[in-house]
């Protein structure tokens, strides 16, 4: 499975931008997603996951009532909605995949198995 995140920019806070993750080359339907991010000179820290029905969504406490993670298996692409942004989350956004969604929400990167190339969000204040 390879995935390709898309939709990073630049946006003052306050704004809102919507990013996506497309998967091509397997069975996405059969995977949960998770959105990373990472900051300069820090760790990346999880933000989102969604089960792989869409059934089930796991967001970071950092985010949570800001950010929605959606996915359309029907067009192999996971979304994660950025509403009400601040300045702390600019970053480097990352999508990874793994079949165990336990996995990706407990942020053991080393151990999921696909990752997308990351798009940067830069939010100015």
């Known amino acids: 499975v390879q995935l390709q995140a898309s939709g990073g920019g630049l946006a003052q806070a306050g704004g809102s931008l919507r990013l996506s993750c497309a998967a091509s080359?397997?069975?996405?339907?059969?995977?949960?997603v998770g959105w990373f991010r990472q900051a300069p000179g820090k760790e990346r820290e999880f933000v989102a996951a969604i089960s792989w029905s869409g059934e089930i969504t796991f967001h970071a406490d950092s985010v949570k009532d800001r950010f929605t993670i959606s996915r359309d298996n029907t067009k192999n692409s996971v979304y994660l909605q950025m509403n009400s942004l601040k300045v702390e989350d600019t970053a480097v956004y990352y999508c990874?995949?793994?079949?165990?969604?336990?996995?990706?929400?407990?942020?053991?990167?080393?151990?999921?198995?696909?990752w997308g190339q990351g798009t940067e969000v830069t939010v100015s204040s």
């Open positions: 990874a995949a793994d079949r165990a969604l336990r996995t990706i929400v407990r942020g053991i990167t080393q151990d999921l198995s696909y």
């Open positions: 080359g397997g069975p996405f339907s059969n995977y949960a």
